[in-house]
């Protein structure tokens, strides 16, 4: 005899033979045993009726060969099967959050299926599981003012009876997906994965039902390998997609105000030249001072243009260095020449000193971007100068070798103290951040952009008050190289975060 | 003929230059003109008058308080007395206008770079307008 195929079900409570033309089935099983008495049937319709229902039962059958391995190996093989039941889908979905015992991702559609999960106590479950079970909950969800606020209000309660209970340990993370729908496929169904071994999805009949029974259609339940990978694998790629898109949103805000701040700051110089030209024809007397206010004014815009270049170039990680070996005793004393210059020439009642505390011989080699380190120390001692304004105030400037401490290596720390003004209070926590300044002449970006190029030379910069209480001393440090270096360009890491002085 | 009164404006933008400019601009247009780069002196001055003012030129963006938060606290004294703000941003200042003043009539904008002729020019349709 030959067999066609043989398949595996379980739970059929008798026997029946179909053929094409006729129907026959035990009455009751009996053991192994048929009983003697059978229906027997040949009416058309019985036939047919009863060819379906083999048909179903085939289709949900599962291979015989695979049966007898698992039944061999003593393995249970994977399965993946529909459920329509509503109440069973809802009974399978709190089982499975029960049982997580490592993590769980879950995809929600919709606020209205959040709302839902929420009714059925599925959300304060999860922040449970978290809480108690240290189990990894991870859920992506739509939300809106009321999921904020019931999250807010379940998480805190289980926040603090895990407090009082033992050591803050809390594994919830929920991204919102407030992306249009289009632009994610997953818009209808829920999924949940739970410890990477099972999956379940539900698709949404009925978004508008409050209740879970009424709102779910069919599910589709897995613990197969690849299935169960594959949710994961959507489940990672749009936890990304969220970051990455959260982290352009911020990015994107943090551009538009540099633009609006920078075309403000250069409105400002725009409108003095445009004014004093308009003025100029009309007051011939006072055709000197207007050319001195355009003048000052052009330059200010000038400085204003490069310096957002600057900071453009930072913030894009494109500012590049042209490193070279040099000594940077000889460059502060020429600076200061360049300073003492100034002074004189405006007449300003200061005096600038420059003390390097050298051993006989003593030197400050340095490899890194001469014009960037240039621009540094001009800048400082332009701010210095800038607000020193009182008959006979110092500027001393200090430059020592040491030892820094971790890395035993040798740097150099420079020091730019001042018996001016101070730094003002309200500056002083974003003194390194972008547009800090009160001056009128200042751009507020040269702090910024100084700090930048000491922190891409390996060095660090700060600035404090003087503690006997006039002025201000600003402190950066250098980490000194003698070896000849290959001269190559490295670029400025973007600053990041605490920049605060 | 009866000589017509010059109507009299407070400036106050804390860059010294536009303070220059915009008081010389209004004189040559027939005002007189008040000018400060001190909000808080401005206020005093203000405080010490007698609602002299037909106009009040503000700066926004100052150190201290700022051209709206001056604004409140003259209206305080004097709630009839017209504003017209200078400003350098773009659109973000309009939300914040909108929330502090929800339904102030007798205040205008106006957006820096300006001419001087243009300057001028605006004050007196403000001046027209407020008769």
Avoid at chain 1, 45 to 53: A, P, R, T
Avoid at chain 1, 249 to 267: G, L, R
């Amino acid at each position: 005899m030959k067999i066609g195929q043989v398949k595996h079900i379980d739970g059929i409570r008798t026997n029946f033979v179909v053929t094409d033309t006729e129907y026959t089935s035990s009455a009751i099983m009996q053991q192994v045993h048929a009983h003697p008495e059978i229906v027997y049937s040949n009416v058309k319709s019985i036939v047919e009726q009863q060819q379906y229902l083999f048909e179903n039962l085939w289709n949900k059958a599962i291979p015989a060969d695979h049966k007898i391995s698992e039944i061999e190996e003593g393995v249970e093989l994977e399965k993946t099967h529909v459920i329509q039941d509503p109440r069973s889908i809802l009974k399978l979905f709190i089982d499975m959050i029960k049982s997580a015992q490592q993590e769980v991702f879950l995809i929600l559609p919709t606020v209205n299926a959040f709302l839902r999960e929420h009714r059925i106590g599925i959300i304060q479950l999860l922040i449970q599981s978290a809480n108690e079970r240290s189990v990894n909950v991870r859920i992506l969800t739509p939300t809106n003012d009321i999921t904020d606020n019931i999250l807010k209000n379940t998480m805190l309660s289980s926040q603090k009876e895990k407090r009082k209970r033992q050591g803050f340990d809390f594994n919830f993370d929920l991204r919102s997906i407030n992306i249009s729908s289009e632009e994610i496929a997953v818009s209808t169904v829920t999924i949940v994965v739970v410890d990477k071994k099972e999956s379940l999805v539900f698709e949404k009949t009925d978004d508008t039902k409050e209740d879970f029974i009424e709102a779910v259609g069919s599910a589709t339940y897995s613990n197969s390998k690849p299935t169960v990978m594959s949710y994961i694998s959507i489940f990672k790629s749009l936890w990304k997609q969220v970051d990455l898109y959260e982290q352009l949103k911020v990015h994107d805000k943090m551009q538009k105000e540099f633009i609006n701040i920078a075309s403000h700051e250069m409105k400002t110089p725009t409108q003095a030249i445009v004014g004093y030209a308009d003025l100029m024809q009309r007051h011939p007397e006072k055709r000197e001072h207007m050319i001195q206010g355009m003048s000052r004014n052009a330059v200010r815009l000038q400085r204003l243009t490069n310096d957002i270049l600057d900071v453009t170039r930072i913030d894009s990680n494109t500012l590049n260095l042209h490193k070279e070996q040099f000594n940077l005793d000889n460059l502060i004393a020429d600076a200061i020449q360049d300073h003492a210059g100034h002074i004189e020439k405006e007449n300003l009642d200061i005096k600038l000193l420059y003390n390097f505390k050298k051993n006989v011989n003593d030197s400050l080699p340095i490899y890194g971007d001469r014009d960037r380190i240039t621009q540094v120390i001009y800048n400082l001692l332009d701010n210095a100068i800038k607000f020193t304004k009182e008959k006979g105030e110092v500027i001393s400037v200090s430059a020592e070798r040491k030892k820094n401490g971790s890395k035993q290596e040798e740097e150099v720390i420079i020091s730019i103290k001042d018996t001016g003004e101070g730094i003002n209070p309200e500056i002083q926590p974003r003194l390194f951040s972008k547009f800090a300044t009160r001056s009128f002449s200042g751009t507020g970006l040269g702090l910024y952009i100084s700090k930048s190029i000491v922190e891409a030379h390996g060095g660090r910069m700060w600035a404090e008050n003087n503690p006997e209480g006039k002025g201000a001393t600003f402190t950066l440090t250098l980490p000194l190289r003698s070896k000849e270096g290959q001269i190559q360009s490295s670029v400025i890491k973007r600053m990041t975060g605490n920049q605060s002085g | 003929m009866v000589k017509e009164k010059k109507k009299k404006i407070l400036v106050v933008d804390d860059e010294p230059d536009n303070t220059s400019i915009f008081s010389i601009g209004l004189k040559d247009g027939g005002f007189e003109v008040d000018a400060f780069t001190d909000p808080l002196l401005a206020l005093s001055k203000f405080k010490s008058g007698n609602k002299e003012y037909d106009l009040l030129i503000l700066d926004i963006k100052m150190p201290d308080i700022n051209g709206f938060e001056l604004f409140e606290k003259i209206q305080e004294i004097d709630d009839k007395v017209k504003a017209c703000f200078l400003t350098a941003f773009g659109e973000g200042y309009t939300e914040e206008f909108g929330r502090r003043f929800p339904s102030s009539l007798n205040v205008s904008f106006i957006r820096k770079p300006i001419r001087v002729d243009d300057l001028v020019k605006k004050v007196n349709e403000i001046m027209v307008n407020s008769l």
